[in-house]
């Protein structure tokens, strides 16, 4: 079967300040020509920004029609934050329900620094060459979803850009938002997914959802819990 996605999508530094345009033009408050003018005053050379641009469509512009309604909700929701958390909320949300490379970094990097806080980058480089292959679009694309994430403020990079660091935690506390990245999470992992273990997602880890998830859960209309035995419950994209 043919995939929907390619298999490296995601191979584009994005800055969070486009992804906040992106919201207020998807929203109706802004027009297309003031992002434009934020590509045009980068350092980006013309075919760059025709592939960034091809990237902001994806995550928030022209979203694919299987991802049309999430991201209009999630536009929805984070529209009105004028914090970078709120923004870096949504672009995340939209990065690894629409981009599975970006995910995959996002995990590897959840996890790997989820004991002591850092990591090296050679061990993502690592552990991305052996899923997508080691060649260098894996190095490119991998860099640019590091140096993305560090933007969005999710990790610095220190010793000459070869550690990662987490930088502190950004909670999110409005149950539309917690249900909507939780519904992201669903969409990059493709299956249920504990309901225990949602606190701790490494493909979400610059996030912490301040609230009750088991009452926010069983009353999302996008999302269903599961029971699974007397103590195991599941959450899962509603069918």
């Known amino acids: 079967m043919k995939k929907s996605v390619p298999q490296i999508g995601f191979d584009r530094f994005i800055q969070l300040d486009w992804i906040a345009a992106v919201i207020k033009v998807r929203?109706?408050?802004s027009s297309a020509d003031a992002l434009s003018e934020l590509l045009e005053a980068s350092v980006l050379g013309k075919?760059?920004?025709?592939?960034?641009?091809?990237?902001?469509?994806?995550?928030?512009?022209?979203?694919?029609?299987?991802?049309?309604?999430?991201?209009?909700?999630?536009?929805?929701?984070?529209?009105?934050s004028d914090k970078s958390d709120g923004i870096a909320a949504f672009a995340w949300g939209a990065a690894i329900a629409s981009y599975p490379y970006f995910g995959k970094i996002a995990e590897f990097t959840g996890r790997l620094?989820?004991?002591?806080?850092?990591?090296?980058?050679?061990?993502?480089?690592?552990?991305?060459s052996e899923v997508y292959?080691?060649?260098?679009?894996?190095?490119?694309?991998?860099?640019?979803v590091i140096q993305t994430q560090a933007n969005w403020?999710?990790?610095?990079?220190?010793?000459?850009?070869?550690?990662?660091?987490?930088?502190?935690?950004?909670?999110?506390?409005?149950?539309?938002?917690?249900?909507?990245?939780?519904?992201?999470?669903?969409?990059?992992?493709?299956?249920?997914?504990?309901?225990?273990?949602?606190?701790?997602?490494?493909?979400?880890?610059?996030?912490?959802?301040?609230?009750?998830?088991g009452y926010l859960m069983s009353n999302s209309p996008m999302l269903e819990v599961r029971s699974e035995g007397p103590s195991n419950q599941l959450v899962a994209l509603r069918e």
Not at 133 to 144: F, P, V, Y
Not at 160 to 171: A, E, F, H, Q, Y
Request: proline letters at 5%.
């Open 27 to 29: 929203a109706g408050t």
């Open 47 to 80: 075919e760059s920004r025709a592939k960034t641009r091809t990237k902001l469509n994806a995550l928030g512009l022209e979203p694919r029609p299987e991802f049309a309604d999430f991201i209009d909700r999630g536009v929805s929701i984070f529209k009105s």
């Open 113 to 128: 620094t989820s004991i002591q806080g850092d990591c090296s980058v050679s061990e993502i480089h690592r552990r991305m």
């Open 133 to 144: 292959g080691d060649r260098e679009a894996t190095k490119r694309a991998t860099q640019a």
């Open 153 to 213: 403020g999710a990790i610095e990079r220190v010793e000459k850009g070869k550690r990662l660091v987490r930088l502190p935690i950004k909670s999110i506390t409005k149950d539309m938002a917690i249900a909507w990245l939780v519904e992201a999470a669903l969409r990059y992992q493709g299956k249920a997914v504990s309901l225990a273990a949602l606190q701790s997602l490494p493909v979400i880890y610059p996030f912490a959802l301040e609230q009750p998830l």
